[in-house]
């Protein structure tokens, strides 16, 4: 009894990860799509990161809104290479993640590492689906 009870539960299980998979597969293939993503962190969190923006063509551009406090940050990818909106204008990811020279914390060296990662949400649906 408890290996065939097992058994439907290895199989409920196998069903769940094919639906993500058919289901990110299906998003993946459209000629394009947007999401927003939120992230929720406590309540008394220090570091409070607003929602995230983003737009995606099939082989194309993915552009990119990032809200963190008061700040929006407008990114855009292509494979691996990318750009960010500064206070001075675009920069190239590679651009973004020379050292400022002031020895603190750069938020744009953060986010150009960030951003070199990044995955599309019908990408990263599959890759946590592969690896459940």
Known sequence: MLVLLAGSLLAAEASSKDDVTKAATALGN????????????PADS??????????TEKGGY???????????????LKGT???????????????AMKDNGDGGFN????LARRLQTYKVPAVEAASLADAA
């Open 46 to 55: 220090q570091f409070k990161p607003g929602p995230t923006d983003g737009r």
């Open 107 to 110: 938020p744009m060296v953060f």
């Open 81 to 95: 290479n990318g750009a960010i909106k500064t206070d001075d204008g675009w920069k190239s990811l590679a651009e």
């Open 62 to 76: 993915t552009t990119l809104s990032i809200s963190f406090g008061d700040n929006t940050t407008e990114a855009a």
């Open 30 to 41: 459209e000629a394009n799509y947007s999401w927003q993503a939120t992230v929720e962190v």
